[in-house]
């Protein structure tokens, strides 16, 4: 329950109040109390909120009595009356949490009119604009306090009655429609209120607020504000404060107007005044689009004089809060009046030339430019992305599980897109897939974006999107795929193979045909961004997640330093090496594995040899062959299929055996669960042969370094290890391979071997494992799986309700689950130091490029974290930000 006062007057309060007077209230006190000209008026507190759901959506016992003496402080202050007949005081309701949430939650504007008080009204005032003012609150009020109840009361129902009235009068624009025409609207609007809930619209002012400020409460759990949360990670419990306001007005004449504007350009970040305004209008007018505005510089050629006074205060605020604002004004009869201003929403490029300018400005230190930008916005400095004034068309909507923008031909199959793409005749392509596999990753290198029906986060899609940079919609379960086309649940529209199609990855969008795409522009203000944030985080690495010279060239170019994973089984798939894999695989003996493995020795070693030339002496953290050896073979069903095609044409002799031998050996491969069968350490005890092959390859691409003059630092690492004999067994035997190379090499090869800590036991019995492990790397892909006992490629049917319901309160795939698997990771750090005090700790899953998870792996005490090269710069940023003990926000 509120501890404190409920109702704050605006002069009251100043800044630092926003947990408890919300972003908007505080701003509101700030700009009033440093002279600003703010419409007095007073902050509901957001505790009111948290008591309003307590008490079963119930304003708190006395509230009221409070909000009517507040009232009475503003009356005095403009000689305005709430509810005279004569004189009215005219109120605007509106939402105001501790963070932003622009449009997520509702508001009321010209809360006070009734049917006597426009009657009067319409006397000393130019009637057009009372009733239009009448019935914009009428929509707005009976939108925000009845919709929930009643169908047929939506803001859509009353705009429909609008369109329909300018219709009849053959008019386009609102301001065309006469005042008796309005008039007439209100009375109709009003008669729609009363037939769609029963009761009349309500006339009595009192009961007008009070419906008001309970709709705003009950808006901070609507649908939108908690997809928005969720996305945001907003704490849901932190509630809503409500700002009364008294109303001045942009519509009551062409002296008056309205506007939001940025101090800076929220999509550059030029030190421009950046905006948009209408005459004759109010707010709503402007955000929702029912006017085309004009550029706020249009407002200097107009109204030099006002667009001084604007100009002045964002100056103002701009120096005052330090940060680029985001302002909304009205003008009512020559008057400028300021109604709210909060940090502006910006784009990731915006947001780095923003927080860099300001420092060289002189009004913010380096520490607190860092502080500034959210790390994930980084993301958006280095890929593709749809312009921001593009107008397109969603059709529908999955998981933002690649960043960027890509438009391009719908192909639905991986040999179709590589034949299309990249590889063949350089066509645009978007590989559309029910969902991905290993065998996908030609296509998917080829397209310029990828769209799955299944997947999550951690998918394959996903991975692979992150790591190569490739835009792209998973789990979008608002469409079915099917061999040749998808279809669109909601409307049924089909988009079949060749239909031009674009993605927006960083919103999930799936878009209809082409829309422009602009390429990311690098530019000095970020390299020296993020060269403050390498000052801050000190000897806390960032590596990158690479497995070709290419992508570690990329890491590198994009400050990582060093490769925290290489996933030596991604070398396999590569056309001329996959039959070569296969024929390992399925060898009869010894003798034709071996040959297999020789031609396979040669491939990996010019890999491992290039990655090294590309690393410059940087370390390199290499795993042996983790997944289950049918991933390498095609499909048993396909193979099936082919078999009874062949069976069916009369086929006999050495084809049809040969692919009823491999039928048959496909199906012995097969596991109930293979991810939890034969991969990782358990395979390299089955079929040494692979991971010394391995080795040997590691190390002869290393001395080849080497012996050129170079660095090498090869870091071996060997996955899924639960018990301390398995890895002694493996390591044992590769250390005799290592030496034998090493003596036929001639060079020293400063190499280490370690392990992936990704199974439970892993963590439990580290200090036992750290006796053989010089290095530990935490795989929490593996390890959040094992922990929850969640599979990661099927957990998108179920993990969203979870977050939905609050059983869990995020993907603990997308950020790492601190107290069940964090926790697991430090008793991991504890054991493991406890006996090897210089063992080298860094993490490699997804979690390794995630904000939250970077901070939470630098308070534990890892000494690097390893993720997607795109990621690299995200990881940086968060790493500073954790080491200097601030971030962007306290969500």
């Known amino acids: ?180 025409s309005l008039k007439e609207l209100c009375a109709e609007y009003q008669a729609h209120v009363l037939k769609q809930t029963g009761s009349p619209f309500p006339q009595d002012p009192i009961a007008q607020l009070t419906a008001a400020v309970e709709a705003v409460f009950r808006s901070w759990n609507n649908e939108r504000a908690f997809i928005y949360r969720r996305k945001e990670k907003i704490d849901d419990s932190i509630g809503t404060a409500v700002n009364v306001q008294a109303m001045v007005f942009g519509n009551q004449g062409d002296d008056c107007g309205t506007g939001v504007a940025f101090t800076r350009n929220a999509s550059t970040g030029e030190n421009v005044i950046f905006g948009e305004y209408l005459m004759n209008a109010q707010g709503e007018d402007v955000v929702a689009g029912v006017r085309t505005p004009m550029p706020i510089s249009e407002l200097q050629k107009a109204n030099p004089e006002i667009y001084k006074q604007f100009e002045d205060t964002c100056a103002i605020l701009e120096k005052h809060y330090k940060d680029m604002q985001d302002i909304e004004f009205t003008i009512e009869h020559g008057k400028f009046f300021i109604l709210q201003c909060r940090s502006g929403k910006r784009t990731g490029p915006a947001a780095v030339k923003i927080a860099v300018d300001h420092v060289k400005e002189g009004l913010i230190t380096k520490e607190e430019a860092i502080a500034r930008v959210e790390p994930n916005l980084l993301t958006q400095c280095l890929l593709p992305v749809i312009p921001a004034n593009a107008k397109y068309k969603v059709i529908a909507k999955g998981l933002p599980a690649g960043p960027g923008a890509a438009t391009g031909i719908a192909v639905f199959s991986s040999d179709k897109a590589a034949e299309l793409g990249k590889g063949g005749a350089g066509q645009r392509v978007i590989l559309v897939r029910a969902d991905t596999n290993p065998d996908d990753l030609k296509g998917m290198l080829a397209a310029q974006g990828v769209l799955t029906e299944r997947g999550g986060m951690t998918s394959h899609a996903a991975l692979v999107a992150r790591g190569f940079g490739i835009p792209t919609v998973a789990g979008c379960s608002e469409i079915a795929v099917s061999e040749t086309s998808f279809i669109v649940h909601a409307t049924g529209q089909v988009i079949k193979e060749g239909d031009f199609i674009s993605l927006n990855g960083a919103a999930g969008e799936v878009i209809e045909g082409q829309v422009p795409v602009e390429e990311a522009k690098m530019t000095g203000d970020f390299g020296e961004f993020l060269g403050w944030a390498d000052e801050f985080r000190g000897k806390f690495g960032v590596r990158a997640n690479s497995d070709t010279p290419a992508d570690t060239e990329l890491a590198i170019k994009l400050g990582a330093e060093g490769i925290g994973l290489c996933r030596t089984e991604h070398m396999f798939f590569e056309g001329e090496r996959r039959p070569v894999v296969q024929r390992m695989i399925l060898a009869k003996n010894d003798a034709e594995r071996q040959k297999a493995l020789d031609d396979l020795l040669v491939f990996q070693r010019e890999d491992f040899k290039g990655i090294f030339e590309a690393l410059g002496g940087r370390p390199a953290t290499i795993r042996l062959i983790d997944p289950p050896l049918h991933e390498f073979l095609p499909h048993a069903g396909e193979v099936a299929a082919e078999l009874r ?103 020293e090869i400063p190499y280490q071997f370690g392990t992936m800590i990704e199974v439970p036991r892993g963590a439990l019995t580290a200090d036992e494992i750290a006796v053989e492990a010089s290095f530990f790397s935490f795989g929490t892909n593996d390890l959040t799986q094992m922990t929850f006992g969640f599979s990661r490629d099927d957990s998108d049917k179920f993990l969203r309700p979870y977050v939905e319901h609050k059983i869990l309160p995020g993907d603990p795939f997308e950020s790492i689950d601190q107290t069940g698997v964090g926790e697991l990771m430090k008793i991991a750090i504890a054991k493991g130091r406890s006996v090897r005090p210089d063992i080298k700790l860094g993490i490699c899953g997804e979690h390794g490029g995630e904000p939250t998870s970077v901070q939470f792996c630098y308070k534990i005490g890892l000494n690097y974290v390893s993720c997607s090269p795109y990621r690299v710069p995200i990881a940086r940023l968060a790493a500073a930000q954790a080491a200097l003990g601030k971030g962007v926000s306290d969500k």
């Not at 008591?51 to 909000?67: N, S, T, V």
């Not at 669960?673 to 390299?684: A, I, Q, W």
Request: charged content about 25%; overall charge negative.
């Open 645 to 747: 095609e062949l069976l069916n044409r009369g086929a006999t002799g050495a084809t049809v055996a040969e692919k009823a031998t491999l039928l048959a050996a496909i199906e012995s491969m097969h596991e109930i669960n293979p991810m939890m069968g034969l991969r990782g350490v358990r395979l390299s005890i089955y079929m040494p042969q692979i991971v010394e092959m391995q080795t040997r390859a590691i190390l002869e691409g290393a001395a080849a370094v080497i012996k050129a003059g170079g660095q090498a630092v090869p870091e071996i690492m060997i996955p899924l290890v639960g018990h301390v004999n398995e890895l002694k067994f493996v390591k044992d035997r590769l250390e005799a391979t290592a030496q034998k190379v090493v003596a036929e090499q001639g060079v």
């Open 1 to 180: 329950m509120a501890t404190q006062k409920r109702v704050w007057l605006f002069r009251d309060g100043d800044k630092s109040m926003r947990d408890l007077l919300g972003g908007k209230g505080a701003n509101l006190a700030e700009m009033t109390n440093i002279g600003l000209p703010v419409p007095p008026g007073f902050t509901i507190t957001t505790e009111v909120c948290t008591d309003y759901y307590a008490e079963g959506r119930k304003l708190p016992a006395g509230l009221l009595e409070e909000m009517k003496a507040a009232l009475a402080d503003v009356e005095k202050q403009l000689g305005k009356t709430f509810g005279d007949v004569k004189n009215p005081l005219l109120l605007s309701v509106r939402s105001g949490a501790k963070f932003s949430m622009p449009g997520m939650m509702d508001t009321v504007l010209n809360l006070g009119l009734n049917d006597a008080i426009v009657e009067e009204y319409v006397k000393v005032a130019d009637p057009r604009f009372v009733y239009d003012s009448y019935r914009r609150f009428i929509m707005m009020l009976s939108d925000v306090a009845f919709s929930d109840k009643f169908d047929h009361i939506t803001k859509h129902d009353f705009e429909h009655k609008f369109y329909d009235l300018k219709a009849r009068l053959g008019v386009k624009e609102d301001l065309e429609v006469p005042a008796e």
